[in-house]
């Protein structure tokens, strides 16, 4: 015992100098090597053999599309694996590929692919949309919505967790950014919930699961991405999304409601003497007013044609600010806050999108689109099992990578896949015409988001709550809450697929 415990930290000291000469001898090995091919690139001519010491471009030049394919997201799955960001790993892999299959002169290919997305007007909308969110979040406009929505459902049986529910709902078409909305809600009804004797996992699941919706209604940042990606119209894509979102707030409703009914003691609603009459209730509504006034706004705006996706954002963003003034919370230091975290959120979200674009880009010029579509279409799958196969791989996914880079590395390969293949309709029922197909995938794969933010091991809900959750609520009973949700969020894609009509509905009738 005694000559473990001498021993431990002289083991974990040569560890750490070992793990240090080895990130030297790596830092050392990789600027010989960038030296060598600077001086290749500067002094040698690049359509010769001539050579200083050795030449790494156009190393992997004849390595066929398949080995390539494993080469290039083994090494994106490793690189992963070790903790390093998506944002960067994707793009740096993306131009060490192109040197190694190619030349220096290949290396043309960064900025084709970056330059017109940095041109997409629509991507300006995501800053908005996030500052709108920043801003209504300082301004308490969800506690304050949440507690009106409370009043009202409380005396029912899981009231608390239907008024999440509700409250993430009205959020969501405010906002469409999904952290802020599990988090805040997870603060402002966790504590309300558990203080009234609720079941941790309807409590935990409600908040999860509803605060997940952002990613499906409308303003969904996420939608404006796949609609860039797809070279879809956003307006279809957000009208497209509106009823499989409240269906599913509808169905998460339901479940809780009938829990609840079943078994009382799962959510007992309030006492009789915290509870408030009918004109108290509609009092409170006017608390409503400028969320609501928000919400029509905004996705009136999109939805009439009056506005498009930017303008719409930035109506909201001035629309928060004012919620802001109108709560006394507007300072110079709110402003700051809201634009820095505005500022840090699309940083990231653009790194991604222009480093996922460099490396997915390459590799569908090396052909591999269409090796990949030919593999899967090869597994003699009918249509539908080809689409289960793609949504099973999105949830996959969804557990290890987040939802820009999900979006930016696996639809650009998905979509002509899904072009490619004949949807008749399932039981009988009608099916999905040409015209459709895009957009309604592209409801199918907002669905699959939520699912991936919901799924175990890594679904980023499920960390959002363990960061607000008491000490005693474990991580597996958070685990465990998202599972029957996660099952809602599946019979929701579902029915989409056996129903197109939730989807395309609304937006053949706005735009025929």
């Not at 600077?38 to 190393?59: C, E, M, R, V, W």
């Not at 996030?130 to 308490?140: N, Q, Y």
């Not at 078409?173 to 952290?179: C, D, H, L, R, Y």
Request: charged share 10%; with cysteine.
């Amino acid at each position: 015992m005694t000559m473990g415990t001498v021993n431990s930290p002289s083991l974990g000291n040569l560890k750490g100098k070992l793990g240090t000469w080895l990130m030297i001898l790596a830092t050392v090995a990789l600027a010989f090597v960038m030296f060598v091919e600077f001086i290749n690139i500067l002094f040698y001519d690049p359509f010769s053999d001539d050579k200083f010491l050795f030449k790494l471009a156009g190393s992997l030049s004849d390595v066929n599309i398949g080995p390539l394919t494993y080469l290039m997201f083994g090494s994106l799955l490793v690189a992963l694996m070790m903790g390093l960001p998506l944002a960067f790993v994707t793009g740096g892999l993306g131009v060490v590929f192109i040197y190694l299959v190619g030349d220096s002169l290949m290396l043309n290919i960064i900025p084709s692919r970056i330059f017109p997305m940095m041109t997409n007007s629509d991507l300006a909308a995501i800053p908005l949309f996030i500052f709108m969110a920043a801003m209504l979040e300082r301004a308490g406009l969800i506690e304050e919505m949440f507690n009106v929505v409370y009043k009202w459902m409380g005396g029912v049986g899981g009231g608390l967790a239907i008024a999440t529910i509700v409250a993430s709902t009205i959020l969501a078409a405010m906002v469409g950014v999904i952290g802020a909305a599990v988090v805040t809600m997870g603060i402002i009804a966790l504590p309300a919930m558990l203080k009234r004797g609720y079941d941790h996992k309807i409590a935990l699941g409600s908040i999860m699961a509803g605060g997940t919706l952002g990613i499906l209604i409308p303003p969904s940042i996420l939608a404006i991405l796949y609609a860039v990606v797809a070279q879809q119209s956003v307006g279809e894509l957000y009208l497209g999304s509106v009823i499989p979102g409240i269906l599913l707030s509808s169905l998460y409703v339901f479940y809780v409601w009938i829990r609840a009914k079943l078994n009382p003691e799962l959510g007992p609603p309030i006492p009789q003497e915290e509870r408030i009459g009918l004109k108290d209730k509609l009092l409170l509504l006017k608390d409503l007013i400028a969320p609501l006034i928000l919400v029509f706004l905004v996705l009136g705006l999109l939805f009439g044609g009056i506005a498009t996706p930017v303008e719409a954002a930035g109506i909201g963003s001035f629309g928060a600010i004012l919620v802001a003034m109108k709560h006394k919370v507007f300072t110079i230091a709110t402003l700051r806050d809201a634009s820095v975290t505005t500022a840090k959120a699309s940083a990231m979200v653009l790194w991604i999108m222009f480093g996922a674009s460099v490396f997915v880009g390459f590799y569908i010029l090396q052909g591999g689109q269409d090796f990949i579509t030919e593999s899967i279409l090869g597994t003699g799958l009918p249509a539908y099992g080809i689409l289960f196969l793609l949504m099973v791989l999105l949830v996959v996914l969804g557990m290890f990578l987040d939802w820009v880079g999900i979006l930016l590395l696996a639809v650009p390969i998905f979509i002509p896949i899904v072009e490619a293949l004949e949807f008749p309709g399932l039981f009988g029922l009608p099916g999905v015409s040409g015209d459709d197909v895009v957009l309604w995938f592209g409801v199918l794969y907002l669905v699959n988001m939520q699912m991936s933010f919901l799924s175990p091991p890594f679904g980023y809900a499920l960390f959002y709550i363990r960061g607000v959750c008491p000490p005693e609520i474990s991580m597996g009973t958070i685990f465990k809450s998202s599972l029957v949700f996660l099952a809602i969020q599946a019979l929701g894609v579902f029915l989409c697929i056996v129903f197109p009509a939730i989807t395309t509905w609304l937006p053949n009738l706005a735009y025929g």
